[in-house]
């Protein structure tokens, strides 16, 4: 089993920054990608970004690229630098792991977006 924590989100203007974090505990050593991903009101969850955990390679959701950067560091936590943020951004935002077998996923962290 993986547990995952998630932290950083609030209510931030649109045009500032917030950075997201996802602390990864229990069987880690399996992990071999983390990803986030939002859910907005009435909407389906989508995803936004995700990191290969060894490669450290990275794809982005068109909307968010040039704005969102996801790393990891050494001690199995994942991060979501958000920048310029927009009112279209506004949503409840997981974090996810995968192992080849199974997807793990966080509690969520609220992102407020103000205009």
């Known amino acids: 089993q993986v547990q995952l924590l998630e932290s950083g989100g609030g209510l931030v203007q649109a045009g500032g920054s917030l950075r997201l974090s996802c602390a990864a505990s229990?069987?880690?050593?399996?992990?071999?990608?983390m990803a986030w991903y939002r859910q907005a009101p009435g909407k389906e969850r989508e995803f936004v970004a995700v990191i290969a955990w060894r490669g450290g390679g990275t794809n982005y959701r068109d909307s968010v690229k040039g704005r969102f950067t996801i790393a990891r560091n050494n001690a199995n936590t994942m991060y979501l630098q958000m920048n310029n943020l927009k009112p279209e951004d506004m949503a409840t935002y997981y974090c996810?792991?995968?192992?080849?077998?199974?997807?793990?996923w966080g509690q969520g962290t609220q992102v407020t977006v103000s205009s």
């Open positions: 996810k792991a995968g192992d080849g077998s199974q997807d793990y």
């Open positions: 229990g069987r880690t050593f399996n992990i071999d990608n």
